[in-house]
């Protein structure tokens, strides 16, 4: 198992929290998703021989938020 996070721009609403969650948590090889709504950050827990960290931050990128780090 691997641990990434994301900092993207910041999160306006609520609801966009739940649209990452869903998302991430349905794409094969992620374990454990936590959005933190007030600093921005995406925290992934995945299997990375299954999925790559680059492949869960274009997941987030092709929902129409901005990554702007990978840790």
Known sequence: MKNITLQLEQLT?????????????????VNEVKVL?????VKVSFNDEVVSG?????????LGFDVLSTK
Request: glycine share 4%.
């Open 37 to 41: 709504f007030t600093s921005s950050k």
């Open 54 to 62: 680059e492949e869960i931050a274009k997941i987030v990128h092709n």
């Open 13 to 29: 609403c609520p609801s966009c929290v739940k649209k990452i969650e869903t998302a991430l948590t349905n794409a094969n090889g």
